[in-house]
Each structure stands twice: as C-alpha cells, then as structure tokens.
C-alpha cells in the first residue's frame, strides 16, 4: 500500500509564491519513480503541470515555464513544486501522483486560490 499526501496550499495575492510538497509512503521506493504534479478547476479536466523522472529530468508545461519549478528529495520521499509569480488563472485544486511501472498512487489535493 502506498500513501500520497500533498500540502501547501492556501489562499495567496496574484505575484506571490507558495510551495507544494508531496510526500509518499508505504510500499515503494521513491527513488526510482517519476513525479508528477496536475491541477483541476471545476468542470474542466486535469492538466499535467510538471513532471519529474527518477533520474531528476524534468518538465514544465508551457503555460508555466519561468514561474513554476518541480525538485525532489528522495531522502524524504518528496517531491515539491514552487510556485511564483501566481495568477489567477492558477487557481486551482493541484494533486500530485507517484509513477512507477504500472502503477500511479495519487493524492487527494491541495487546493490553491489566487486573489487578483
């Protein structure tokens, strides 16, 4: 069984920051899956927002290339997104997933809200 627990998020002014962290547990070794963060608004789907490998390769979608950046900690089971220069369009529930071979462990979210 293995647990993901994301946290972090809150409510912040449109320019300011807020960092993400999820952490995994039980029976995995963290070291060898890929990370991935996803945000949902209501009503639409889940979108990919960044991605990291076991190797620590990684990938940020376009819309939030310069203002988002994902690291992990394999020490601690963590993977973390920073987030800068929030908007309001960032809003939205963001839920991290565990990757390794075929299977995908998925957290319950952490909801961010952004004022303008």
């Known amino acids: 069984q293995v647990q993901v627990v994301e946290s972090g998020g809150g409510l912040v002014q449109a320019g300011g920051s807020l960092r993400l962290s999820c952490v995994a547990s039980?029976?995995?070794?963290?070291?060898?899956?890929?990370g991935n963060w996803y945000r949902q608004v209501p009503g639409k789907q889940r979108e990919l927002v960044a991605t990291?490998?076991?190797?620590?390769?990684?990938h940020v979608e376009d819309s939030m290339q310069g203002r988002f950046t994902i690291s992990r900690d394999n020490a601690n089971n963590t993977v973390y997104l920073q987030m800068n220069n929030l908007k309001p369009e960032d809003t939205a529930v963001y839920y991290c997933?565990?990757?390794?071979?075929?299977?995908?462990?998925w957290g319950q979210g952490t909801p961010v809200t952004v004022s303008s």
């Open positions: 990291i490998t076991s190797g620590g390769t990684t």
């Open positions: 997933n565990i990757k390794r071979t075929l299977s995908t462990y």
């Open positions: 039980g029976n995995i070794i963290f070291s060898v899956a890929t």
